[in-house]
């Protein structure tokens, strides 16, 4: 049998050219948002790494339908997630159904950042009222209960689970008013149509600096690198049984249960070392974001937390969601 020439063979063989591999990191949130400016910030940031990362926006059920998709795609690292608080920490308790488990369903990778919230109210109704600390606040609350009211973005946002456990923990009564998202909570709060809100520190941080809105307290445990004058709302008030009071706006990135533990620390090493670079830190910074990056580990331990806590604070609140 005559052989072909190795020349002939190679010439006669289709060439197939290797392809890049490509992740896609899913926003359970639309375009615009803070998760969605940072998860597109890292993937700039992760190329090299992991190849390109294409941002997928799914939107809709309170982030439950891009977090589904996370939970349902393949272990194989192709698909990855940004989840947050909402989606993995109020969610599950909020929703009547809700197609994913929270834990069982996710392989945590790294929290990326944590946002305070702040405690701020109507500059005008501050002053008429004396208020100018969270002590002042509470003690008005007890001596004029139900007179006062603070707004939020909907029955079960941070929001109002913020008021709701800062109700439960004075023991004092303010009566809650939902509007149809943050935005309207804020116009309503400095219209004077609600007297205070629990506020997210990103979008209340310019009417505080213009003196348009009083800053009595952050949330946190830890006051705001941003705004460090603000004192905690547990700073002097464990008298008053708030001294543990800690809550705020986190997110980070998940991949769908069964991970393996190679795809799990290689994706989780790109994305905590994209989280050094300067140009993610000052996109943190525009969002007022502290980044924590973390092991796949302390990730999983601090979601676990977090479900435990909402629970009891979302069932007093009686906020449910079909």
Partial sequence: MKRRPLLALLAATPFVRAQPR?????????????????????????KDSLGTVVIENRPGAGGNIGADAVAKAAPDGSTIGMGAVATHAINPWLYAKIPYDPLRDFTPLTLVARVPNVLVMNVEAAQRLRIASVRDLVAHAKANPGKLNYGSGGNGSAGHLAGEMFKAKAGVFMVHIPYAGGPAAQLALMSGQVDLTFDNLATASANIRAGKLRALAMTTAQRSGVMPDVPTIAEGTRDMGLGDFDIDTWFGLFGPAQLSAETTQRLNRAFVDAMATPDVKARAATLMADLAPG????????????????????????????
Avoid at 22 to 46: E, N, S
């Fill in 22 to 46: 490509v992740i896609r990191l899913i926003v359970p949130y639309p375009a615009g948002g803070p998760l969605d400016v940072m998860a597109r910030a890292l993937a700039d940031k992760v």
């Fill in 295 to 322: 092991t796949p580990e302390q990730f999983g331990a601090f979601v676990r937390s977090e479900l435990a806590k909402y629970g009891p604070v979302v069932k007093a609140s009686g906020a449910t969601l079909d």
